[in-house]
């Protein structure tokens, strides 16, 4: 087997080729018998060849396009396919073809927009609108366009048990839910998303499998006893037969980019993807998106989320690192959220401290092979080389939101004072913003954790268990059932407090904030060297200075809940250009100048002001 026999374009699953005929592959490489069991519109069973690398083909005559199909293993174990791109009836039902040559794109004038230019909006279909579908989301667009939003990001869609599922529970990576509309309709939303000048992230996961409906193990070992993960078995990327698993995995990325015209990929939680191999499976992806990107009119990203702090997930090739276009910052979120509540409990315990938010603002990673002792080791690495484009900040996002017991999103923790400071600190900040539906607005309904499995002794497992996760909150009482359709119906958005009220001034905090990022130049450079951001003592007032060449920004941002008096050090002259507490956004009242001087002034609390300088050529 030679690493070019696997590295293919050979799709896997079910590709239809036109005019009736289709081609079926599927890994299977310790099965002795495979055949393709067709169950319309010609009922029939066909055999599969055993091609080089442990694949089974068949090319076969007389398929239609959304024919049913399963897998024959060994003549006897009937199953759906773990490539299947559509499960018509579920995730235990047969797999269904689908004929990518349907959908007539509208996007050929795309071009995509710039990694450093996005400005990300996160979403679950299934809450964002009360249809709960891709054509809901594509009814919402023109408001996230008008708010300023330059990329929706799209929490994972592959196929999962039942209609209620934040997506992480999927099963078939290469399938689209069909509650939400499946294949036509996901290319309707991103068609639609590429009109309205949007780039779209796709959330995939490729550290585990969701625990029902996943066959895999069937065809193959697709994992590893070697290591574990909060989830389930770990998948098998660097023992025996993985170089099967790798190209699962590989050309799953590739099909989203190429089937679906999918903009970036975020990957889930790497973590906890184990390859302890000489190559790593995600520098191997991302050498196999480049390559790929070089074939179509605008760029493909992938982007990590990662807890590790570890600038190797971003670093070049030549750096020794996998170079991946981008990763989470988690530090900042944690900075941030823990000076706002003053919540110290879990991970929290490691933050809450003014300086670790201004080092958060100036070096990405709060620690960076320092101590932390919720981890009781040390932790991270210097990203002081990695421009902050490489980096997607928030004040809050599905995890945060939804690992809480009772789902809590900011507007119900603090106060409005405070929700208008989070928003400034992500968006003045020099990374990839990234906004959780309905942040924009504060959004009270909460964001649960909820599920629609149809194995009760599933349902019942994960009830016990989310019990015992949050048993130290027994004095909240039991966490709500994640299989409650009351409970999924708690989470969707209430769109009509968008343009009302206190709701409304935040919205319009939001898109004048994404406005400034977008037309001021010091908020559009991307390198550290354009820079600065400390702790002025003893008043506490974190200062963000960014500038360009033709301008400069200053930020003073006061976290704390009492108001505070300093002089600030300056030189030249400095306007006002946003005060949070001002009355137009229904604040306490503004205390600071028009025209800053080297003067004693005076925040509110959880108030910042932003000053900006010409500097003349």
Not at 42 to 57: F, S
Not at 420 to 441: D, N, R
Request: hydrophobic content about 35%.
């Amino acid at each position: 087997i030679t690493v070019e026999s696997y590295q293919s374009d050979m799709s896997i699953g079910a590709s239809y080729l036109g005019d009736g005929r289709c081609r079926f592959s599927v890994w299977a490489p310790e099965r002795q018998e495979m055949a393709v069991d067709l169950l319309d519109p010609q009922p029939r069973q066909v055999a599969m060849e055993r091609v080089p690398g442990g694949y089974w083909q068949a090319e076969v005559d007389q398929v239609v396009p959304s024919c049913r199909y399963r897998y024959i293993l060994d003549g006897q174990l009937e199953r759906p396919d773990p490539a299947s791109q559509l499960q018509p009836e579920g995730v235990h039902g047969p797999s269904a073809v689908v004929d990518h040559s349907a959908h007539r794109w509208q996007d050929g004038d795309w071009r995509g927009v710039a990694l450093q230019d996005y400005v990300i909006y996160e979403l679950h279909v299934g809450t964002f609108t009360p249809e709960g579908d891709f054509d809901g989301v594509i009814e919402r667009l023109p408001v996230l366009k008008d708010l300023g939003i330059t990329a929706v990001e799209i929490m994972p869609v592959a196929q999962f048990p039942g209609d209620r599922n934040w997506g992480y529970d999927g099963v078939y990576p290469y399938a689209v839910q069909t509650s939400y509309g499946g294949p036509a309709g996901l290319k309707r939303l991103v068609d639609a998303c590429h009109q309205q000048g949007l780039a779209v992230i796709l959330d995939v996961v490729y550290n585990h499998f969701g625990p029902e409906g996943n066959y895999t193990a069937d065809f193959g070992p697709y994992f590893t006893d070697t290591y574990n993960t909060p989830w389930g078995s770990a998948i098998n990327y660097d023992d025996a037969y993985s170089q099967g698993v790798r190209h699962f995995a590989i050309a799953n990325a590739l099909f989203w980019l190429r089937e679906y015209h999918i903009d970036a990929l975020r990957l889930d939680a790497i973590h906890a993807i184990y390859d302890c191999g000489a190559r790593h499976v995600l520098a191997e992806m991302q050498d196999r998106t480049d390559a790929f990107a070089t074939t179509r009119a605008f760029p493909a990203y992938l982007i990590a989320e990662s807890d590790l702090n570890d600038v190797r997930v971003i670093h070049s090739p030549e750096k020794g690192g996998h170079g991946i276009a981008a990763q989470w910052c988690d530090d900042f979120h944690h900075s941030l959220h823990a000076l706002l509540t003053g919540e110290g409990q879990g991970y929290y315990e490691d933050f809450g401290r003014l300086d670790q938010m201004a080092k958060a603002l100036e070096d990405s990673f709060v620690y960076d092979w320092t101590y932390s002792p919720h981890r009781r080791r040390f932790h991270g690495s210097d990203a002081s080389d990695c421009p902050p484009s490489q980096f997607v900040v928030c004040g809050q996002n599905h995890d945060q939101v939804g690992n809480r017991m009772l789902g809590e999103r900011l507007s119900t923790l603090v106060s409005l004072e405070a929700q208008k400071l989070a928003a400034g600190t992500v968006l003045l900040s020099p990374y990839l913003p990234l906004i959780f539906m309905g942040e924009e607005y504060g959004e009270t309904q909460p964001f649960l954790y909820f599920i629609s499995h149809g194995d009760q002794d599933l349902v019942a497992a994960v009830r016990e268990g989310r019990k015992r996760e949050f048993a130290a909150f027994h004095d909240l009482g039991d966490p709500p059932d994640a299989a409650s359709t009351e409970t999924f119906a708690k989470c969707q958005l209430q769109w009509h407090l968008h343009n009302q009220g206190a709701h409304g001034m935040l919205w319009q905090f939001y898109r004048r904030l994404i406005r400034m990022r977008r037309e001021a130049p010091a908020l559009q450079g991307h390198s550290r060297k354009n820079l600065s951001a400390h702790l002025i003592e003893p008043s506490g007032v974190i200062c963000l200075q960014r500038w360009s060449p033709t301008g400069q920004i200053l930020a003073l941002m006061n976290f704390q809940p009492i108001q505070v008096e300093f002089t600030p050090v300056i030189e030249g002259s400095w306007h006002l250009r946003l005060d949070s507490a001002a009355p137009e956004w229904l604040g306490p009242g503004s205390l600071v100048p028009q025209q800053l001087h080297p003067a004693p002034l005076k925040l509110q609390p959880h108030s910042f002001v932003v000053y900006d300088a010409t500097i003349a050529p």
